[in-house]
């Protein structure tokens, strides 16, 4: 009975330890794309406020 008691622990033990690599993982995994995101949406604005300046631009030189 003794034996059969640390076995069930230490599997009990391996699967929380499982369970816990497995959430870190996917928390890894969410940073990961959380920060892509985040850098696309920079780019995006950054390539969004160089078009208006250039329309800006193109319209002060029709203005002269």
């Given at each position: ?5 640390k076995?069930?622990i ?6 929380y330890?499982?369970?816990g ?13 959380e920060?892509?995101?985040?850098e ?22 029709e203005?002269?």
């Amino acid at each position: 009975m003794d034996n059969m008691l640390k076995t069930l622990i230490i599997i009990t033990l391996i699967y929380y330890l499982i369970k816990g690599l497995i959430y870190l993982m996917f928390w890894q995994t969410t940073v990961r794309i959380e920060e892509k995101a985040k850098e696309k949406k920079r780019r995006e604005k950054e390539k969004e406020k160089l078009a208006d300046e250039i329309w800006e631009t193109e319209r002060d030189r029709e203005k002269d």
